[in-house]
């Protein structure tokens, strides 16, 4: 059995977000990539005369049909320290990623859909397409006032853009963490820092969360920060974290034991993930803490294996379907306004590209200096007001890539109600997602009634207006 040193207590408390204002309305905004070119507000009073610090917190797998603050309690994966940050935030219910990791943080790092990047699936090897050096990414955007780094999980290179040393080619001062994917155990990986590859015997967690402090310690206090803190939690494999990090019981870390109750498994890693962050969020001091803001993710939707029902492995990650690309964000800090509300209005985690760029002074307009079409639109206005307008009225997503099987390569979109996925193999299916929310019932299937079919051509237009094909 592992070792089982810890460096935190667990945090027991927490604070529910069940009872929260109301959400915001729909509106008739576009949300197509021409519409995202309007000029940000200059006068948002978001910063403060002291540049924010930006904590961008990507949890790995962690879909909405576990996550907190969004689940039914009964499938809610046990982390209270997000939960808090839920309760002195903004919770984001109506968020798509993508079905899998990379295209995922490829779009937030560049606020661009993934068939402009080229990373439409996992990076696996060198025969799949990794990020370009040519993307302008998010450290690429800050002013060069700000420190930055990247810690954990990275899944974006291969021998195309410069292996190891992709992190920094991107514009990040520093890297610490994962090149790869996933572990093969989390007890023992080869972590890369700055370049240089060593083997090491640290559970992964912690060891993340270790680097992440270390860094911010080298910071000066003058300087305002962006880290970008990749946990590779909850992702398989299945595994036993340190006791003092979880509350979970009768784990044996047997390979039999994690195979017969994967979930007991997946919901202590996703614990020991939520105690380590809230050990780094501790570490901050006070005057820290509150010039920072603090954006928790996941980056795709559960995996099949422990997905609750009534969905299932066909509609979990890695598909196009909700359980693959809903996914939970919470965003908290300084000059937020009514603390505690959610925000039903659709979102692309491309639109953190904008937002951060926002919050630490960029204005539109000096996003869209270069020739690259930008989808991203900031969430400011979600922040700095109770009430706001949706800024999208639908939102996307895609799969495809060589190592995709082509019966599940395609795109999706969804408004308010109604979600269209056409599969690149040219067939469709049609979701009235208030009525079926788990998508069981494709409306195809039948003849639509009007209002489905004037939902139907207005969404088949959206593909049109942003892909070029229906």
Same mark, same amino acid.
């Given at each position: 059995?592992?070792?089982?040193?810890?460096?935190?207590?667990?945090?027991?408390?927490?604070?529910?977000?069940?009872?929260?204002?109301?959400?915001?309305?729909?509106?008739?905004?576009?949300?197509?990539?021409?519409?995202?070119?309007?000029?940000?507000?200059?006068?948002?009073?978001?910063?403060?005369?002291?540049?924010?610090?930006?904590?961008?917190?990507?949890?790995?797998?962690?879909?909405?049909?576990?996550?907190?603050?969004?689940?039914?309690?009964?499938?809610?994966?046990?982390?209270?320290?997000?939960?808090?940050?839920?309760?002195?935030?903004?919770?984001?219910?109506?968020?798509?990623?993508?079905?899998?990791?990379?295209?995922?943080?490829?779009?937030?790092?560049?606020?661009?859909?993934?068939?402009?990047?080229?990373?439409?699936?996992?990076?696996?090897?060198?025969?799949?397409?990794?990020?370009?050096?040519?993307?302008?990414?998010?450290?690429?955007?800050?002013?060069?006032?700000?420190?930055?780094?990247?810690?954990?999980?990275?899944?974006?290179?291969?021998?195309?853009?410069?292996?190891?040393?992709?992190?920094?080619?991107?514009?990040?001062?520093?890297?610490?963490?994962?090149?790869?994917?996933?572990?093969?155990?989390?007890?023992?990986?080869?972590? +890369? $820092?700055? &370049?240089?590859? %060593? /083997?090491?015997?640290?559970? #992964?967690?912690?060891?993340? *969360?270790?680097?992440?402090?270390?860094?911010?310690?080298?910071?000066?206090?003058?300087?305002?920060?962006?880290?970008?803190?990749?946990?590779?939690?909850?992702?398989?494999?299945?595994?036993?974290?340190?006791?003092?990090?979880?509350?979970?019981?009768?784990?044996?870390?047997?390979?039999?034991?994690?195979?017969?109750?994967?979930?007991?498994?997946?919901?202590?890693?996703?614990?020991?993930?939520? +105690? $380590?962050? &809230?050990?780094? %969020? /501790?570490?901050?001091?006070? #005057?820290?803490?509150?010039? *920072?803001?603090?954006?928790?993710?996941?980056?795709?939707?559960?995996?099949?294996?422990?997905?609750?029902?009534?969905?299932?492995?066909?509609?979990?990650?890695?598909?196009?379907?909700?359980?693959?690309?809903?996914?939970?964000?919470?965003?908290?800090?300084?000059?937020?306004?009514?603390?505690?509300?959610?925000?039903?209005?659709?979102?692309?985690?491309?639109?953190?590209?904008?937002?951060?760029?926002?919050?630490? &002074?960029?204005?539109?307009?000096?996003?869209?200096?270069?020739?690259?079409?930008?989808?991203?639109?900031?969430?400011?206005?979600?922040?700095?007001?109770?009430?706001?307008?949706?800024?999208?009225?639908?939102?996307?997503?895609?799969?495809?890539?060589?190592?995709?099987?082509?019966?599940?390569?395609?795109?999706?979109?969804?408004?308010?109600?109604?979600?269209?996925?056409?599969?690149?193999?040219?067939?469709?299916?049609?979701?009235?997602?208030?009525?079926?929310?788990?998508?069981?019932?494709?409306?195809?299937?039948?003849?639509?009634?009007?209002?489905?079919?004037?939902?139907?051509?207005?969404?088949?237009?959206?593909?049109?207006?942003?892909?070029?094909?229906?």
């Amino acid at each position: 059995m592992h070792p089982r040193s810890v460096h935190a207590a667990l945090l027991v408390s927490a604070l529910c977000l069940s009872c929260t204002s109301a959400p915001s309305n729909s509106s008739n905004a576009d949300a197509s990539t021409t519409d995202a070119g309007s000029p940000l507000p200059a006068d948002a009073g978001v910063v403060a005369q002291t540049k924010p610090n930006i904590l961008l917190v990507i949890a790995d797998d962690l879909g909405a049909d576990v996550a907190p603050c969004m689940a039914p309690e009964a499938d809610r994966l046990p982390m209270p320290r997000v939960e808090s940050l839920c309760a002195e935030g903004v919770v984001f219910d109506r968020v798509w990623a993508n079905p899998t990791c990379s295209p995922t943080r490829a779009t937030m790092l560049t606020g661009r859909y993934s068939f402009r990047t080229g990373v439409g699936q996992q990076i696996l090897g060198n025969n799949t397409t990794a990020l370009p050096t040519t993307e302008t990414t998010l450290p690429h955007i800050l002013d060069p006032e700000y420190a930055s780094a990247a810690i954990g999980k990275w899944h974006l290179a291969n021998a195309s853009n410069g292996g190891v040393a992709h992190p920094e080619s991107t514009g990040f001062d520093h890297y610490a963490g994962l090149m790869i994917g996933a572990h093969q155990d989390f007890y023992n990986w080869t972590r +890369t $820092e700055d &370049g240089e590859s %060593l /083997d090491i015997e640290e559970y #992964a967690t912690t060891r993340m *969360t270790d680097d992440a402090i270390d860094w911010l310690n080298q910071q000066p206090d003058a300087k305002p920060w962006f880290l970008w803190l990749a946990y590779t939690a909850p992702h398989t494999p299945f595994h036993q974290p340190p006791d003092a990090l979880h509350t979970q019981t009768g784990l044996t870390g047997e390979r039999q034991h994690i195979r017969q109750n994967r979930a007991a498994y997946f919901r202590a890693a996703a614990q020991a993930l939520d +105690t $380590e962050l &809230g050990r780094l %969020l /501790d570490h901050l001091s006070q #005057a820290e803490r509150a010039n *920072t803001w603090v954006i928790f993710v996941g980056d795709n939707g559960t995996t099949g294996q422990v997905i609750p029902a009534p969905r299932n492995p066909a509609s979990a990650k890695g598909t196009l379907y909700e359980g693959g690309i809903h996914v939970p964000m919470v965003i908290t800090g300084p000059g937020l306004v009514e603390p505690g509300r959610r925000v039903d209005a659709p979102v692309n985690l491309a639109d953190l590209y904008s937002t951060i760029a926002e919050l630490t &002074g960029r204005t539109r307009a000096s996003l869209e200096a270069g020739n690259a079409l930008i989808d991203s639109l900031s969430l400011v206005p979600y922040l700095t007001e109770a009430q706001t307008e949706p800024r999208r009225t639908w939102m996307y997503s895609e799969l495809f890539g060589s190592e995709i099987a082509p019966e599940r390569e395609g795109r999706a979109v969804r408004d308010e109600r109604y979600k269209l996925i056409r599969f690149d193999q040219g067939d469709a299916v049609f979701f009235d997602l208030n009525e079926d929310p788990f998508e069981q019932r494709n409306l195809l299937d039948a003849d639509l009634s009007v209002v489905q079919q004037i939902a139907f051509d207005r969404l088949s237009n959206a593909l049109m207006d942003l892909t070029g094909a229906p």
